[in-house]
C-alpha cells in the first residue's frame, strides 16, 4: 500500500488517469491525496468531480476554486470568462456532485506523519493545532444546510492579518484567504493578495508564507498545492505539488512512504499567462 499525494488537477482528467496508470495505482490498496482546485479552467471539471467520487476513500482539500464553483452554484458569484464550470451547472447529478465538495475539509492532518496537507498555505500565527480548529469551524459552515450563506461571506481581501479578536463573517473570510489563496505575506504575517509570480518577483518586503520569520507551524511537514510558478519544489517542511499542469507542464504525485517525485506530461493546455 502506497500513499500518493497529487497537485492540482483543475478538470485535467487525462492528466489524472494518465498519472495513476503510470504510478501503478490499485484502487482500495493505495490512498490518493489531492491539494484541491479539482476542477476549473481545464477541459473535463464534471468528469474529474465524477470520477473522484468513484475512488475509495481519497483525501480532498479544498481550493480557491472548488470554492468558487459552489459559491456559483449558489447564486453568490458570476462566472468569468475563462472558467470552465457550466457543464457541472447543468449537470442532473449537479446538487449531489456540490453536496460532495462542499462536504470536503480545507485542512488534513496525518499526526502519524506530522504531515499536513492544504491548499495553499497556513498562516505564521498559527500552530497546526488552531489551524485545524479554524479550518474545522469553516468546514461545518460549509457542510450546514444554509451554507449558501456562508458563501455569501467569504470572498474578500480583508481582514488580510491574523487577530484573535475577529469573528463571525471576518474570521471566516481571513480563514479561507489563508487556507486557499495565500502566497505571499509580509515579514510580519499580512497576507498579500496580489502577488502570484515566481520567487524573486515579488515586491520588497513579501516573502513566500512558508519563510515568514516565527512561523509556528514551521515544525509540521506541510503539502500544499496553488502556486504553479514554484512548480514541484521542497521548501524546507513545506512542499509545493503544483506543478502547472494546466499551463502545459506536468501532473505530479508524491509518494509519501520515500518521498518520491512521479510526473507525467500534461495531456491538457491552456494559454494563458496568469494563475489565479
Not at 10 to 23: D, R, V
Not at 146 to 160: N, W
Not at 197 to 203: A, F, K, S, W
Not at 204 to 213: A, D, N, Q
Amino acid at each position: 500500500m502506497a500513499t500518493y499525494v497529487i497537485g492540482d488537477l483543475q478538470g485535467c482528467l487525462a492528466s489524472l488517469k494518465a498519472l495513476l496508470t503510470h504510478i501503478h495505482y490499485q484502487d482500495g490498496e493505495d490512498r490518493l491525496w489531492f491539494t484541491g482546485d479539482l476542477v476549473n479552467r481545464g477541459p473535463a471539471s464534471l468528469e474529474t468531480l465524477r470520477f473522484l467520487k468513484t475512488l475509495t476513500d481519497p483525501v480532498i482539500v479544498l481550493g480557491n476554486h472548488d470554492l468558487h464553483l459552489l459559491s456559483v452554484a449558489c447564486g453568490q458569484r458570476r462566472l468569468f470568462t475563462d472558467d470552465t464550470l457550466d457543464a457541472i451547472l447543468k449537470a442532473p447529478d449537479r446538487m449531489e456532485l456540490i453536496d460532495w465538495l462542499r462536504r470536503q475539509p480545507l485542512l488534513y492532518y496525518d499526526a502519524t506523519r506530522r504531515t499536513a496537507m492544504v491548499h495553499a498555505g497556513l498562516p505564521a500565527a498559527w500552530t497546526i493545532e488552531e489551524a485545524l480548529e479554524h479550518a474545522a469551524l469553516l468546514e461545518t459552515q460549509l457542510s450546514a444546510p444554509d451554507f449558501c450563506e456562508t458563501l455569501a461571506q467569504l470572498f474578500g481581501p480583508r481582514p488580510d492579518q491574523w487577530d484573535r479578536e475577529l469573528v463571525g463573517a471576518e474570521r471566516l473570510r481571513f480563514t479561507a484567504n489563508a487556507l486557499t489563496r495565500i502566497r505571499y505575506c509580509d515579514t510580519q504575517g499580512r497576507l498579500d493578495m496580489r502577488n502570484k509570480g515566481p520567487l524573486g518577483t515579488q515586491p520588497p518586503g513579501l516573502v513566500p508564507w512558508f519563510y515568514v520569520p516565527g512561523r509556528r507551524s514551521a515544525d509540521t511537514r506541510i503539502l500544499f498545492g496553488h502556486w504553479s510558478s514554484l512548480g514541484t519544489h521542497v521548501f524546507g517542511n513545506a512542499i509545493c505539488l503544483d506543478s502547472g499542469c494546466l499551463w502545459g507542464k506536468t501532473l505530479t504525485a508524491l509518494r509519501l512512504e520515500d518521498s518520491v517525485f512521479l510526473s507525467v506530461p500534461c495531456r491538457e493546455f491552456k494559454n494563458a499567462q496568469i494563475e489565479d
